[in-house]
């Protein structure tokens, strides 16, 4: 079973409405709790939410994602996960930008 710790960004199945289907989308680890992640996921669409933050690839400590335009942190859509449903680790956000997250938050 794979590590994971906070400031890693994974990809996960979220469903943001009960009767969603699930789609797999970048997320960011918060923190690990006994096997569970919790974790803040990630899209390219800008919501019209205040709590929603920008990062890009100058935000990633190692790896990133297919990054062409800013993606967006759902702050809002905090969600605690089974660590087993974690498909794979895509990289680490910089102290900097986890901060501007964990402020928000």
């Known amino acids: 079973m794979s590590s994971y710790k906070k400031r890693d960004v994974v990809l996960a ?3 943001f409405y009960p009767g969603d289907t699930a789609k797999v989308r970048p997320a960011i680890v918060l923190s690990e709790e006994s096997g569970d992640l919790l974790l ?3 899209s390219r669409r800008l919501p019209d939410s ?3 933050i920008t990062i890009d690839l100058d935000d990633f400590e190692e790896g990133g ?3 062409f335009e800013e993606s ?3 702050v809002a859509h905090l969600t605690k996960m089974p660590r087993r449903k ?3 680790k895509k990289g680490r956000l910089s102290k900097e930008a986890f901060g501007k997250i964990v402020q928000r938050g």
Do not use: K, M
């Open 40 to 42: 803040v996921p990630c």
């Open 72 to 74: 967006v942190v759902l």
């Open 65 to 67: 994602l297919e990054l």
């Open 86 to 88: 974690i498909i794979s």
């Open 13 to 15: 199945p979220f469903s």
């Open 50 to 52: 205040p709590s929603a």
